[in-house]
C-alpha cells in the first residue's frame, strides 16, 4: 500500500473510533424504592427535595417536567413503570395502585378503618378518602373497591395547606 493511503485509513480510523464507543452508555442503576409511610420519605428523601437530589437518589425516572410558570402542576419527577410520583412544585408524593416497591407498613389495600391502631383517628374524612396530620405534613389516603387503600399521597405541608394537582 501507498503511505496516503495508510494515511486515509488511519484518518478514518481516528475519526470514526470515538463515534463507536459513544454508543455505548451505562444505565443508571436505580435502587428499590422504599417508602417510609411514618416518617414521610422515599429512599430517605421528604417530598420537599429539589429535583436534583430526587434525581439523584433516584435516577431512573421516566419523565421529569421542570417547576416554571408553564408548568401544570409545578414540577414532576415521574417513575410511571413504579407508579411513583414527586410533585416538587407542590412538596407531595403520590404512590398509585401499581406501585412497585416497599412499604413500611402494608398500607396500599387495606381496608378503610383497620390502620387506627397504627395512624390514629384522621384529621379530616370525605367519602372516598381520609387525611391524617403528621409530625412531618400529612398523609392521605385514597379508598376504591371495596372500601380499601388504592392510592397514598403525602407531603410536607399540613391538611390546611396542601395543594394537590388533579
Not at 379530616?124 to 385514597?142: N, P, R, V
Not at 397514598?152 to 405541608?157: D, L, N
Given at each position: 500500500?501507498?503511505?496516503?493511503?495508510?494515511?486515509?485509513?488511519?484518518?478514518?480510523?481516528?475519526?470514526?473510533?470515538?463515534?463507536?464507543?459513544?454508543?455505548?452508555?451505562?444505565?443508571?442503576?436505580?435502587?428499590?424504592?422504599?417508602?417510609?409511610?411514618?416518617d414521610g420519605k422515599v429512599n430517605g428523601l421528604k417530598p420537599d427535595r429539589t429535583p436534583s437530589e430526587i434525581?439523584?437518589?433516584?435516577?431512573?425516572?421516566?419523565?421529569?417536567?421542570?417547576?416554571?410558570?408553564?408548568?401544570?402542576?409545578?414540577?414532576?419527577?415521574?417513575?410511571?413503570?413504579?407508579?411513583?410520583?414527586?410533585?416538587?412544585?407542590?412538596?407531595?408524593?403520590?404512590?398509585?395502585?401499581?406501585?412497585?416497591?416497599?412499604?413500611?407498613?402494608?398500607?396500599?389495600?387495606?381496608?378503610?378503618?383497620?390502620?387506627?391502631?397504627?395512624?390514629?383517628?384522621?384529621?379530616?374524612?370525605?367519602?372516598?378518602?381520609?387525611?391524617?396530620?403528621?409530625?412531618?405534613?400529612?398523609?392521605?389516603?385514597?379508598?376504591?373497591?371495596?372500601?380499601k387503600v388504592n392510592r397514598i399521597r403525602f407531603s410536607t405541608y399540613g391538611t390546611d395547606v396542601i395543594q394537590?394537582?388533579?
Amino acid at each position: 500500500m501507498k503511505p496516503l493511503s495508510i494515511s486515509i485509513i488511519t484518518l478514518c480510523i481516528i475519526i470514526i473510533s470515538p463515534k463507536l464507543q459513544a454508543q455505548l452508555k451505562v444505565t443508571a442503576k436505580c435502587p428499590a424504592v422504599e417508602v417510609d409511610i411514618l416518617d414521610g420519605k422515599v429512599n430517605g428523601l421528604k417530598p420537599d427535595r429539589t429535583p436534583s437530589e430526587i434525581a439523584g437518589k433516584l435516577p431512573c425516572f421516566t419523565s421529569k417536567e421542570e417547576d416554571n410558570s408553564s408548568s401544570k402542576c409545578g414540577g414532576v419527577i415521574a417513575y410511571k413503570d413504579k407508579d411513583i410520583y414527586f410533585y416538587t412544585g407542590r412538596n407531595y408524593v403520590d404512590i398509585g395502585p401499581a406501585f412497585k416497591g416497599k412499604l413500611s407498613i402494608p398500607v396500599m389495600g387495606s381496608k378503610r378503618g383497620s390502620l387506627f391502631r397504627t395512624l390514629g383517628n384522621p384529621k379530616l374524612k370525605e367519602t372516598k378518602w381520609d387525611a391524617w396530620q403528621t409530625s412531618y405534613g400529612c398523609l392521605i389516603l385514597y379508598y376504591g373497591a371495596g372500601n380499601k387503600v388504592n392510592r397514598i399521597r403525602f407531603s410536607t405541608y399540613g391538611t390546611d395547606v396542601i395543594q394537590l394537582c388533579e
